[in-house]
């Protein structure tokens, strides 16, 4: 009886501190994101500008929803609350701690649309979301709280906030782009499937807390974003879903890039699949290239995953010039870092700030084993900055290579850009030839052990903001 009491108030203490975290990042937007009309905007590769030309006003102003589809687009992976209990332990939540992996599954998620969908892609619903402020959730977090305190009083499961609208599901496809339209977004719904927070899924949630569970985290720990790497490789190495087997994921040891282990995984075969797999899921091909070329087991793509500090205790200014280059390439599928315990998924920049998304809000779980589960809570219209100077030194920089002609190029693009200068004594990363088993550094090191702490500086404030405007 007290085994079974001691349960039932720790199941209620979960619940009490996921709203509690609901209200309080609830709380925390501020309504607008400023935008300067003068500079240019970059975002994953993407050049966008805002400036009203005379003579050509409608099409450079039409920058302006085309940055907002774009953005629009990416996969936005939040805190979820009222899942089955993560592995190992009985949270049904991660508000408060789980942000950086959060902000790693949305760095992997763009890696895979980019894989399966290009950079070119954007979703059709993008610009009919509705802005995310500061009313609307904290409203929605004070019903939530008012809801699962009644239901917590009288032993009961709290309402499901899921939607009910399903997209049509016959779709006329009556011309070859109706075709494609309708196969790039099974891609799409596909891709964000994988990220549902169950534990059959290959990318959610409780898939990586169990792999984390390997390398000494648990949930409800910090995860830095050097150990978020090495989970996300164990991820895609180890595929529940056979649409994951064209592609990998390589992890670069003490800021070096391994040039003869980047192409060996893209040659490599894969290894027998998991027993847990599901065998009739289907298998994606992939974007722009012949469908046969992405079949071959000795040609997979590479999600190169980099652990850099850019700086000691707070980010060399000196470095932002190398965040802008590294940001301003199709290739780069982000940084994930953040302010101190506060992780963020950086996709772009205006001037000296940062945009990125958040994942500090926290979002009731979607059952995302339906065919028409709703992908709206998986977008989000509201992008956010940040002054560079806020951003914490400790980050995880990654990129997308296709094939091995394709690292070759990226490699040497890298090697240009990463030259230091007379102010950078030292490049973020390095690329050399050969096997990283040659050089046997860090030999018997554990990715714990190759983690850079946060540090956290009582001085810094804490700003998030929601929807932008232009100023």
Not at 74 to 90: A, D, H, I
Request: glycine fraction near 6%.
């Amino acid at each position: 009886m007290e085994n079974k009491g001691s349960d039932e108030v720790e199941k209620l203490k979960t619940k009490f501190l996921s709203v509690w975290h609901n209200v309080k990042y609830s709380w925390a937007l501020k309504p607008k994101t400023s935008f300067s009309r003068n500079s240019p905007v970059l975002l994953l590769g993407k050049c966008y500008h805002f400036k009203a030309e005379a003579s050509v006003e409608d099409l450079v102003m039409g920058d302006v929803d085309a940055f907002r589809r774009d953005f629009a687009s990416r996969v936005w992976l939040t805190y979820r609350e009222e899942f089955s209990p993560l592995p190992g332990s009985t949270l049904t939540s991660d508000c408060g701690w789980g942000c950086m992996l959060r902000a790693g599954q949305m760095m992997l998620a763009q890696g895979l649309m980019l894989h399966f969908l290009g950079r070119d892609w954007t979703w059709s619903e993008a610009l009919t979301l509705q802005p995310l402020d500061t009313e609307t959730w904290t409203t929605t977090a004070a019903k939530r709280l008012v809801a699962s305190l009644e239901a917590s009083l009288q032993g009961v499961p709290g309402p499901s906030v899921r939607s009910s609208s399903p997209q049509a599901q016959a779709l006329s496809l009556g011309s070859a782009e109706e075709a494609d339209a309708h196969l790039k977004e099974m891609y799409h719904r596909t891709v964000v499937s994988w990220f549902g927070d169950s534990p059959s899924t290959p990318l959610g949630l409780h898939r990586l807390v169990r792999l984390g569970l390997t390398m000494g985290k648990q949930a409800g720990d910090w995860y830095g974003p050097a150990v978020v790497a090495h989970i996300l490789k164990k991820a895609v190495e180890e595929p529940m879903d056979p649409g994951l087997a064209c592609i990998t994921a390589y992890v670069s040891q003490d800021c070096t890039v391994y040039s003869a282990d980047v192409v060996d995984c893209h040659r490599a075969p894969r290894a027998e699949r998991t027993s847990d797999e599901t065998p009739d899921a289907p298998t994606l091909p992939q974007n722009d290239q012949p469908a046969h070329a992405s079949t071959l087991p000795e040609s997979r793509a590479v999600i190169i995953l980099v652990p850099v500090r850019l700086g000691g205790e707070k980010t060399n200014p000196e470095y932002f010039d190398f965040a802008k280059s590294i940001l301003s390439l199709e290739y780069c599928i982000g940084i994930i870092g953040g302010k101190p315990k506060q992780a963020c998924y950086f996709v772009g920049f205006q001037d000296d700030s940062l945009i990125y998304m958040d994942p500090h809000y926290c979002q009731s779980f979607v059952d995302v084993s339906t065919s028409d589960f709703p992908l709206q809570s998986y977008h989000c219209p509201s992008p956010k900055k940040m002054p560079f100077s806020k951003m914490d030194p400790s980050c995880t920089v990654g990129f997308y290579s296709r094939s091995v002609q394709d690292y070759e190029r990226i490699s040497q693009e890298l090697s240009k850009l990463l030259q230091p200068s007379a102010k950078e004594k030292y490049p973020a990363f390095t690329f050399v030839q050969g096997h990283g088993r040659d050089y046997d550094l860090s030999a018997g090191l554990t990715p714990e052990k190759r983690e850079w702490p946060f540090i956290r500086d009582p001085r810094r404030t804490v700003t998030t903001v929601g929807d932008f405007v232009l100023l």
